[in-house]
């Protein structure tokens, strides 16, 4: 399964069914529920975040010398879903790619207390950019609804999991997304191998 909102099933699905391996693509409760039979995966995007944040920060390099903004205004706004570690490290990784190429940088974080809300994710963007603002912006969501705020506001975007080009024909720059086939071919040959 996908996403936190799939944990708790998963976990009683691995309790009914002893025998069958559960594998939760994210999530946090494997190591303290104990079951054989119950693993959490993820990857390590925090290294592709940092990737994207470097790319951020040359584009406000960028902004700054052709006097789009100036190196004070170099502000770029990140719009979270939760408070978890997942959620932490990804901006975290994000700012510290920015900062490494302009150290000018700054950010501001809120979040939306969902993964997925299109309405809430275009307004908590819109928010990072006419109040705060945010000449850049990037996201810890799933929808289009921040893609779609950079595009109203002319801001550049990062976004997540997939490209949001089609959304962001003018403010687009580029997307980190997770690689799943080698852990599911691996994941796949364990279980034909009879292996855990």
Not at 59 to 84: C, H, P, R, W
Not at 114 to 126: K, L, Q, V
Request: with cysteine; hydrophobic share 35%.
């Amino acid at each position: 399964a996908d996403s936190f909102g799939h944990e708790d099933y998963m976990l009683k699905a691995a309790k009914e069914f002893p025998n069958t391996l559960f594998a939760h693509a994210t999530g946090t409760q494997a190591a303290a529920a104990k079951l054989p039979n119950f693993v959490n995966a993820f990857a390590s995007i925090y290294e592709g975040r940092y990737l994207a944040g470097v790319t951020a920060g040359l584009k406000l390099n960028e902004m700054i010398e052709s006097g789009k903004i100036t190196a004070d205004q170099a502000k770029m706004g990140y719009v979270g879903a939760f408070t978890y570690a997942e959620v932490i490290s990804g901006y975290t990784s994000f700012y510290l790619g920015a900062k490494s190429v302009c150290s000018d940088v700054t950010m501001k974080v809120r979040y939306t207390g969902s993964w997925y809300d299109t309405d809430i994710e275009h307004d908590t963007a819109e928010t990072l950019i006419k109040e705060d603002g945010c000449k850049l912006i990037s996201q810890h969501a799933d929808s289009y609804g921040a893609p779609n705020a950079c595009e109203e506001n002319k801001v550049p975007n990062v976004s997540y999991n997939g490209s949001t080009r089609a959304q962001g024909k003018n403010t687009y720059i580029l997307s980190s997304r997770i690689n799943w086939a080698p852990y599911f071919e691996y994941m796949i040959d364990c279980t034909m191998n009879g292996e855990r």
